[in-house]
């Protein structure tokens, strides 16, 4: 979505007064700013509705995988009959563990649907926590594989960590998934959609924020430095808004942001945005960016 000329040329100097005060603050301080990377939009598919409009996620094991969607025509008949009705943006391990996140419309629980490299399906189920939401925005996988970030919808101040099911050893489609630890987020993040792992200690995460009151924009591009990689101690996260993802379509209302994947073998980050009204049906996109 296109801005007028001067507030394009606002927004240029407010960015530039925004990053001469971090430079200045940063040598005042003697600690470094955490560097921000920038992605540039290079392409873009068609999203379908009804099996590509929540999440998305590239598949490494078995090699030439196809990436793997989701979308509500993407739950199995005897999962959403249990009451599982929603489900989030998934992810894949680097060994082949395909996750899915679920939530149902109440009750006091969530669920995670692993698909093993053999092509099993488990499930595992975590009781929430003392004050932890019951819904399951998305998962994503820690590069080393034995821990999964998952995150809650609404306005947040962290993301919550757990052992990976079906790779950690620690896990059993058996018993309680348990939550391990927390990321402590210094800046709040409002309905975060999906994260996916560049680095050990780097996510990109998408935002549907509606407002734009947290960071001067609505539906950004979050990246997430992490103080360390997560495990069972709580580790802290650095929050910087990079851009606003691209809001284009024949209709015009409201459009929501979905999830979100980054393949490491070809430096490519994708980001479903599902269009407004009708054109939900027609011109969804899932938006192909690389970094510079």
């Known amino acids: 979505m296109r801005m007028p000329a001067r507030q394009r040329c606002h927004a240029v100097l407010a960015g530039l007064v925004t990053l001469t005060t971090a430079a200045v603050l940063s040598v005042a301080t003697g600690t470094p700013a955490s560097a921000a990377d920038t992605w540039n939009e290079v392409g873009s598919d068609r999203a379908d509705p009804l099996t590509e409009s929540q999440g998305l996620t590239s598949v490494e094991v078995p090699a030439g995988s196809p990436n793997h969607y989701t979308g509500i025509g993407t739950i199995p008949t005897g999962v959403s009959s249990r009451g599982w009705n929603h489900i989030g943006d998934p992810d894949a391990s680097y060994n082949g563990y395909y996750i899915e996140p679920y939530q149902s419309d109440s009750g006091g629980s969530k669920m995670f649907r692993v698909q093993a490299p053999g092509g099993a399906w488990s499930e595992y189920v975590h009781a929430l926590s003392a004050g932890e939401a019951l819904n399951n ?156």
């Open 137 to 292: 925005s998305f998962v994503t996988v820690t590069p080393n594989g034995s821990w999964m970030v998952s995150g809650e919808y609404g306005t947040m101040n962290r993301l919550l960590v757990f052992p990976t099911p079906g790779v950690n050893p620690a896990t059993s489609p058996a018993a309680n998934l348990p939550q391990a630890s927390t990321i402590n987020l210094d800046h709040a993040v409002r309905d975060v959609q999906g994260c996916d792992f560049v680095t050990a200690t780097r996510l990109l995460c998408s935002s549907d924020d509606p407002a734009g009151t947290l960071f001067g924009m609505t539906k950004p591009l979050l990246q997430i430095d992490l103080s360390g990689e997560p495990n069972s101690s709580d580790v802290s996260g650095h929050v910087t808004a990079l851009r606003q993802l691209p809001l284009r379509s024949s209709c015009s209302g409201t459009f929501e942001a979905e999830g979100i994947d980054y393949d490491r073998r070809t430096g490519t980050l994708r980001v479903i945005v599902v269009s407004p009204g009708f054109c939900v049906l027609t011109d969804s996109k899932t938006y192909r960016f690389t970094r510079s």
